[in-house]
């Protein structure tokens, strides 16, 4: 069997507090865009992992998938050996939830293949476990997400027919070095309400925090927003804590302006 695990974006990002825990609290729209993975699972004589395209760092065996495995095996689920094949497309480091979005995917891809029986909500809340943001992909539909990125609101946002192009340069932004020079505070623009404004007025209303302390840092980054707002995009920004940047286009970006963010990792995709 095979699926596509897609990417999201972030629109808008706030943070709101520091919690007790040390933790932060957000404040986020996510959005999925069809940059997607591909994913092959057969069964087999003895569980094996391989990892095409773009390059995963860390151990096979710490991948989230093969993690989803272990933890329906843990659970009592009859998961035999599995041949897995991970094609990556998402760039990891970029804000877009790639990880997540495979380990979401290969649950609900399981539970079809091996009729475990879990509903969307049991999916959910086994995956949250392996990340906040993994819950997301089990419907991958628009939310309003808070808490540490774990708490879901449905929201009735449909981007159809935008152009979004997507560039991740090779800046690495760890998620602590993010959080340097954020200081929380609610936003002065409600973003449940700020994102349901033409996407025209976004510039105005919908903000990423994480822009403050990343782009001073991070020059290329913040110059990559510029030139898609100078290239004709409506609405341009990091997603998440980067280092990917994203523009939304009413016309579909000339070959030529895409080629100019060479040799960045570059998307360009329908809504």
């Given amino acids: 069997m095979k699926t596509f695990p897609c990417a999201k974006i972030n629109l808008g990002l706030y943070v709101t507090e520091r919690r007790p825990d040390g933790y932060h609290n957000l404040e986020t729209v996510f959005y999925p865009i069809p940059l997607r993975d591909e994913l092959e699972v057969k069964q087999a004589d003895g569980d094996e992992l391989l990892i095409e395209g773009i390059p995963v760092a860390g151990n096979v065996e710490d991948n989230l998938?093969?993690?989803?495995?272990?933890?329906?095996?843990?659970?009592?689920?009859?998961?035999?050996?599995?041949?897995?094949?991970?094609?990556?497309?998402?760039?990891?480091?970029?804000?877009?939830?790639?990880?997540?979005?495979?380990?979401?995917?290969?649950?609900?891809?399981?539970?079809?293949?091996?009729?475990?029986?879990?509903?969307?909500?049991?999916?959910?809340?086994?995956?949250?476990?392996?990340?906040?943001?993994?819950?997301?992909?089990?419907?991958?539909?628009?939310?309003?997400?808070?808490?540490?990125?774990?708490?879901?609101?449905?929201?009735?946002?449909?981007?159809?027919?935008?152009?979004?192009?997507?560039?991740?340069?090779?800046?690495?932004?760890?998620?602590?070095?993010?959080?340097?020079?954020?200081?929380?505070?609610?936003?002065?623009?409600?973003?449940?309400?700020?994102?349901?404004?033409?996407?025209?007025?976004?510039?105005?209303?919908?903000e990423n925090d994480f822009e403050s302390s990343v782009f001073p840092l991070h020059p290329t980054v913040a110059d990559i927003k510029r030139q898609l707002y100078d290239g004709g995009a409506l609405y341009a920004a990091m997603s998440g804590s980067g280092s990917s940047v994203f523009g939304l286009f009413r016309e579909r970006p000339s070959d030529t302006f895409v080629d100019t963010f060479a040799p960045h990792f570059t998307f360009v995709g329908i809504l």
């Fill in 65 to 206: 998938v093969m993690r989803v495995v272990r933890k329906l095996r843990d659970e009592g689920h009859p998961i035999p050996p599995l041949r897995i094949r991970l094609r990556k497309n998402i760039p990891s480091g970029a804000g877009l939830g790639g990880g997540s979005s495979d380990a979401a995917y290969m649950m609900a891809m399981l539970n079809e293949m091996f009729r475990l029986g879990l509903s969307t909500e049991e999916m959910e809340r086994s995956v949250s476990r392996l990340g906040a943001d993994c819950a997301f992909f089990v419907k991958s539909r628009p939310v309003l997400a808070h808490g540490i990125g774990d708490q879901f609101t449905p929201i009735s946002l449909d981007l159809s027919g935008w152009f979004i192009l997507l560039v991740k340069p090779g800046d690495f932004i760890s998620t602590r070095e993010a959080y340097q020079g954020v200081h929380p505070q609610q936003p002065q623009h409600k973003l449940a309400e700020s994102i349901q404004h033409p996407v025209e007025q976004w510039p105005e209303l919908v």
